[in-house]
């Protein structure tokens, strides 16, 4: 039989152990910090935020935490993402160390930013 999918990011983060549902709040409230307008969702059934668009995604894993900001982050932040395996548009956060939440943070504003000159952009 399978498992339902979330339907909110609490029900997404509740599904974990405790020691991955702190650090999947930490990551959650450092978004949310940053992007208090965001709008709290699943999407390909990971939690997310979205303001004009999706800023990022997040999921936990058995040993890290996926942080899914988008392919101009990856390039932008290369330095400060260095010491993390990334992908075109993934960064792995280890379970075992503490979460970048300065990183993040500065992530989410650039998201934020970026998100909205597109959605300007889209007006004119």
Do not use: C
């Given at each position: 039989?399978?498992?339902?999918?979330?339907?909110?990011?609490?029900?997404?983060?509740?599904?974990?152990?405790?020691?991955?549902?702190?650090?999947?709040?930490?990551?959650?409230?450092?978004?949310?910090?940053?992007?208090?307008?965001?709008?709290?969702?699943?999407?390909?059934?990971?939690?997310?935020?979205?303001?004009?668009?999706?800023?990022?995604?997040?999921?936990?894993?058995s040993k890290h935490i996926g942080?899914?900001?988008?392919?101009?982050?990856?390039?932008?932040?290369?330095?400060?993402?260095?010491?993390?395996?990334?992908?075109?548009?993934?960064?792995?956060?280890?379970?075992?160390?503490?979460?970048?939440?300065?990183?993040?943070?500065?992530?989410?504003?650039?998201?934020?930013?970026?998100?909205?000159?597109?959605a300007e952009l889209k007006k004119?």
């Amino acid at each position: 039989m399978k498992a339902e999918k979330p339907s909110n990011i609490d029900e997404y983060i509740a599904g974990f152990p405790l020691s991955t549902r702190e650090i999947l709040e930490q990551v959650r409230l450092t978004i949310r910090n940053v992007a208090p307008q965001a709008q709290d969702v699943i999407s390909y059934g990971m939690p997310a935020f979205k303001l004009n668009g999706i800023l990022v995604w997040f999921a936990a894993y058995s040993k890290h935490i996926g942080f899914y900001p988008k392919s101009t982050v990856i390039e932008v932040f290369n330095k400060g993402i260095a010491k993390y395996k990334s992908s075109k548009g993934a960064i792995q956060f280890p379970l075992n160390k503490p979460m970048p939440l300065e990183l993040i943070t500065e992530i989410v504003k650039f998201r934020v930013i970026e998100n909205q000159q597109k959605a300007e952009l889209k007006k004119k």
